[in-house]
């Protein structure tokens, strides 16, 4: 059920990104609102299933495991949490959400050959931008290739515990 319940979301949150980036009309802002209701039902969903798993030793599972020892959570990192993350980054440069679509963030990993999960370079080229752009322009560095090779160092931290950006997330992040 859990898997059926992820693909809906994320078929959900597709479909709300493509609506939001056409012109609104009030049937598309409608249509919008819906399946925005959709989505908070199945993520409420998916908090009861963990709360009850927990309830009956999923947490102490989950830390067994050694995933997520930092949390307790054993939550994986998903496209949910990065777009929900993203859209509410609020950048130094005076906006609010991702610079980068996901897509302009893929183009410049594959351009320059690097091997990482594409959902987190999205994430750290995103977070890098929000929490470094105004010091990487007084810099003379705000390029793309700046972003790009700080993401990669960012995700590749030798000396980070595994798992940095997720534990970035957990422990640093507000929510």
Sequence with gaps: ???????NKEILWEEMERIGSQKLTPESAARLSRYREAYKTLRMLCRESAEREEEHGGQERHAQSGLYPYSGSGHEFTRETAME?????????????????????????KQRNIDCDPLKFYVAMNMIYSDYCKAAEKAGANSMDFYVYMSKAFLDDKDAQPDKLERYYHCIVKK
């Design 1 to 7: 059920m859990k898997s059926q319940i992820e693909k």
């Design 85 to 109: 993350w993203t859209s509410r980054m609020k950048n130094e440069d005076g906006t609010t959400g991702p610079h980068w679509t996901m897509e302009k963030t893929e183009e410049a990993r």
